[in-house]
């Protein structure tokens, strides 16, 4: 039997989290419902205790998405905790994933806390949590740069306490693949209790190299959850980049020998949907949703491909949501090639008289202006009156 590997979505959370990225309650239900269709595991819709606005929008995400766990974030007090539980009641597999930071530095300089407090509350906050919620991950903030005996000690007590998912941050972006692959195997192996949780990587990219560590976690560490964002989005320099990590394992099974239940055909019109909504561009030369990403400008490239595609193609465009031809719309433009658009950009309409709303929207549009581009069918969806 193969292993799963669990696709852990936290685009809404810490991908927001990246300066400018901030999102409505409408356009996360949005990016939501198109990571539910993308058929991602976890989605963290966001940090309840953060803001009423947060609360609101992980509530109608684990009120209206059913196919996927969704999570909220809360640090390791009872506020935190007991809100998030709130914004997840209606959920059908809800997730709490509380944290506190570990590493001397973090301890010492930011909480202000003695390495056995921080072992007590995080102690005390995973044993409430349990008491709300079945599902609970905890992570040690920090953690890769974490002193190895007293995170063992931390998670050891966690686990105890009822933790069934273990993340380990990079939350700096400090590691190198090989040194973090192996930095969970030993918590792995020196932890007594280590196989009654999954454990879970969470990388960021100020290095660059937030998916080499991830897949190192993976291949090296054992992990079985990947943290990660659409197009890479989050603070500083990003988090993982969920498409990376993906077709990399997809690609590569013959390596990594492991499953993941993500419909790929979805992939790009994820990555667009989180474009077009935080107005942050995908760099043309970004693998797999970068607009080069499959284009051959050399001759002999191009004389390669035409001639057998896997002379210089390891995936298939189409494999992971590109469409062959692009439809130009305008006013001549029928109903169907508007459809089939909104697909692409991940905007799927809940009934057929919300499709014609926007369709005359749309109409009404193309008679005042000669081409219609993503954004302009972006905005005429983002209207209430044509949105769920
Ligand atoms: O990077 C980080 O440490 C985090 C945690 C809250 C999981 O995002
Ligand atoms: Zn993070």
């Excluded at 080069?292 to 390669?304: K, P, R, V, Y």
Aim: hydrophobic share 40%; proline share 3%.
């Amino acid at each position: 039997m193969t292993d799963k590997l669990i696709i852990f979505d936290t685009t809404l959370r810490d991908g927001e989290q990246s300066p400018g990225a901030s999102m409505t309650k409408e356009e996360k239900l949005r990016i939501a419902r198109q990571l539910e269709r993308l058929r991602v595991d976890v989605i963290e819709a966001g940090f309840a205790a953060s803001s009423n606005g947060d609360f609101e929008a992980v509530k109608a995400i684990a009120d209206t998405i059913k196919d996927c766990t969704v999570c909220s974030l809360a640090r390791a007090n009872e506020r935190d905790i007991t809100r998030a539980a709130e914004a997840l009641k209606g959920a059908q597999r809800a997730r709490i994933h509380t944290f506190i930071a570990t590493s001397p530095l973090h301890m010492e300089k930011k909480l202000r806390m003695t390495p056995d407090q921080v072992y007590e509350q995080a102690r005390a906050a995973v044993r409430l949590a349990r008491n709300l919620c079945p599902d609970v991950e905890f992570s040690p903030e920090d953690g890769y740069r974490s002193e190895i005996d007293f995170l063992c000690r931390v998670l050891e007590a966690v686990i105890e306490e009822g933790a069934t998912t273990i993340n380990i941050p990079d939350t700096v972006g400090y590691a190198i693949p090989e040194l973090y692959g192996e930095f969970i195997r030993t918590l792995r192996e020196r932890i007594p209790n280590s196989d009654k949780a999954i454990w879970s990587v969470h990388c960021h990219n100020d290095l660059g190299m937030a998916v080499a560590n991830s897949l190192a976690g993976v291949k090296i560490g054992g992990a079985r959850q990947v943290e990660c964002t659409i197009n890479g989005l989050g603070e500083r320099a990003g988090n993982c980049a969920l498409e990376e990590v993906v077709m990399a394992v997809k690609t590569r099974r013959d390596y990594f020998g492991l499953e993941v239940g993500i419909d790929t055909t979805q992939i790009v019109p994820a990555s667009r949907l989180v474009s077009q909504t935080t107005g942050f561009v995908v760099q043309p030369n970004k693998a797999v949703v970068g607009a080069n990403a499959f284009a051959h400008a050399s001759g002999i490239h191009q004389d390669g491909v035409l001639k057998a595609r896997d002379t210089y193609e390891i995936m298939r465009a189409e494999d992971v949501g590109w469409s062959a031809n692009k439809i130009v719309l305008g006013k001549l433009s029928g109903r169907n090639a508007f459809k089939q658009r909104l697909q692409e950009l991940g905007i799927v309409m809940e009934s057929e008289s919300e499709l014609n709303a926007a369709f005359a929207k749309f109409k009404e549009l193309a008679d005042r202006k000669a081409e219609i581009f993503d954004e302009d069918i972006i905005a005429l969806v983002s209207d209430e009156s044509v949105t769920p």
